[in-house]
């Protein structure tokens, strides 16, 4: 696998992901019972926005770029706050320098009762991710594949937490394997969070993975996606998706708070929307 997070960091899909995994680790915040959050295709987990990768595409500064510079109506303000707060902490005189993929979001948010395992495969991204959590008791990293997790690491021991699957989409049959990891994920642990991103790049391939999703005896699906502008023939990512298995209770209220507003900052152009639907009954 050839996949570099690195020139994608802190991009709109980057800000669309963490903004909704903020508000779902908030909600497992409410209850003092420890939980755990499992990350299948971690990365690298934090991102130098002046190294060769990011600064080449530059996709940042649409992104986590144009959120730190933007004045936020409320409630979105502060839905958004947790998140924000993380990126000031890699920030000087309020420009990001370094962007916190998920790991590194999650672990930020963490209250010393819970806990966090990271899976990747790719051996320069594992290696970063054990520097970047070298003596971390709360933070656990495995090189291993991500596809495997699903079947092999659930539940976990605290019974309460999320799973994020976020593949690189390189590969043929991705959707086909997000949809076969959340089947057994939610075979092993049916009472887990789980959250799927995607990319809309392929309206065929994204049609029969939602299609198969409302098929299936998986219970409690949701979805959201956001498009930045309208798809076009010179290719590129227009918009992104998550899917997400027994969603907080509070999360379509807080969608409809934030998003618009997200919206608005990350538009690239016309067509620029976001969407929420409700796949399988609770």
């Avoid at 209850?31 to 959050?37: C, I, Q, T």
């Avoid at 395992?117 to 290696?127: D, M, R, Y």
């Avoid at 990350?266 to 009954?281: D, K, N, S």
Wanted: aromatic share 8%.
């Amino acid at each position: 696998m050839n996949y570099r997070h690195a020139y994608h960091a802190g991009n709109f899909a980057d800000v669309f992901k963490h903004a909704v995994l903020t508000r779902i680790v908030e909600y497992l915040k409410r209850k003092e019972a420890p939980f755990r959050v499992i990350d299948t295709h971690a990365g690298a987990g934090l991102y130098d926005l002046a190294g060769i990768e990011a600064a080449r595409t530059g996709e940042w500064i649409g992104g986590a770029g144009r959120l730190m510079e933007a004045v936020l109506p409320q409630p979105a303000a502060g839905l958004l706050e947790p998140y924000l707060a993380v990126l000031r902490r890699h920030a000087s005189d309020g420009r990001p320098t370094a962007y916190p993929g998920s790991p590194a979001l999650v672990r930020a948010l963490l209250r010393r009762q819970d806990r966090l395992s990271v899976f990747e495969l790719q051996e320069q991204e594992h290696a970063a991710l054990a520097r970047l959590f070298a003596g971390d008791f709360q933070a656990r990293v495995t090189r291993l594949d991500g596809w495997l997790v699903p079947g092999a690491h659930l539940p976990p021991k605290e019974k309460r937490g999320l799973v994020l699957i976020d593949p690189p989409f390189e590969m043929e049959g991705e959707f086909d394997r997000l949809r076969a990891a959340l089947a057994r994920g939610d075979r092993r642990w049916p009472g887990g969070m789980f959250c799927l991103w995607y990319p809309l790049k392929d309206g065929r391939a994204v049609a029969a993975f939602i299609a198969a999703l409302k098929a299936a005896a998986i219970a409690d699906l949701v979805r959201v996606e956001i498009d930045v502008r309208a798809p076009s023939d010179a290719g590129g990512l227009a918009g992104c998706g998550l899917v997400i298995k027994n969603p907080p209770f509070v999360l379509e209220a807080e969608l409809a708070a934030f998003m618009p507003a997200l919206v608005e900052v990350l538009a690239q152009g016309e067509g620029a929307a976001w969407r929420f639907e409700r796949l399988t009954g609770e």
